[in-house]
C-alpha cells in the first residue's frame, strides 16, 4: 500500500483535485471515501464526475443508494451511510459492474468495505476550516496505485 497525503486551502483546490481524479481514472476502479458527515465526499465525487466528462448534475445518493452516470467512463456512485445490513449490498451486482469497466466510488465504504469488490483507492477526508481539507489517499492495487501516481506528477509539491 501506498500513502499520500494531500491538503486543499479551498473549495476550487478540492475541485481540482477531483477533477485531477476523474482525468486519470481507468475503467473499473473502485475508490473508497471515507470522512464524516459535511466533510466533502460528495464534492469530490462531483468534480471526479467533471473529470470524467459527466455532464449530469451528481447528486448525493444518500436515499437511493446508487446513482449511475454516463460520461467518458460509466461511472456508479453509491452511499452507505443508510445501509442497516451490509448484505443490502449484495443485491446491487457491484463486481459486475466493474467487471464490465464501470467506475464505482462509494461513500462510507468503511461501512460496507466487504461486500464491496477490491478497493483501488481509498480516500479519507478530514476538514481542517470550512474550505481546507486533508485528503490521506491510500493505493491498495496497482490500478490505485497507478492512479495515485497520475494524481501525485499534476498536483503542486508543496502539498
Known amino acids: ?31 473508497a471515501l471515507i470522512g464524516t458527515l459535511g466533510s466533502g465526499k460528495t464534492r469530490l465525487t462531483q468534480a471526479i464526475a467533471a473529470g470524467l466528462e459527466i455532464t449530469q448534475p451528481v447528486v448525493s445518493p444518500t436515499y437511493t443508494l446508487c446513482v449511475p452516470y454516463s460520461g467518458r467512463v460509466a ?18 451486482d457491484l463486481f459486475d459492474l466493474v467487471n ?5 466510488i462509494v ?8 461486500q464491496l469488490p477490491d478497493i483501488d483507492l481509498s480516500i479519507e477526508i478530514t476538514p481542517t ?4 481539507r486533508q485528503f490521506v489517499s491510500t493505493a491498495h ?12 506528477t499534476s498536483w503542486p509539491q508543496d502539498s
Open 1 to 31: 500500500m501506498t500513502e499520500h497525503l494531500f491538503t486543499s486551502d479551498s473549495e476550487q483546490s478540492t475541485r481540482e483535485f477531483g477533477i485531477r481524479i476523474g482525468r486519470a481514472i481507468q475503467p473499473g476502479t473502485v475508490v
Open 75 to 92: 461511472l456508479l456512485h453509491m452511499d452507505a451511510y443508510r445501509i442497516k445490513h451490509p448484505e443490502e449490498v449484495d443485491e446491487l
Open 100 to 104: 464490465d469497466g464501470t467506475v464505482l
Open 107 to 114: 461513500e462510507w465504504a468503511d461501512r460496507v468495505r466487504q
Open 129 to 132: 476550516s470550512h474550505e481546507s
Open 141 to 152: 492495487s496497482p490500478t490505485g496505485q497507478q492512479l495515485l501516481s497520475l494524481i501525485l
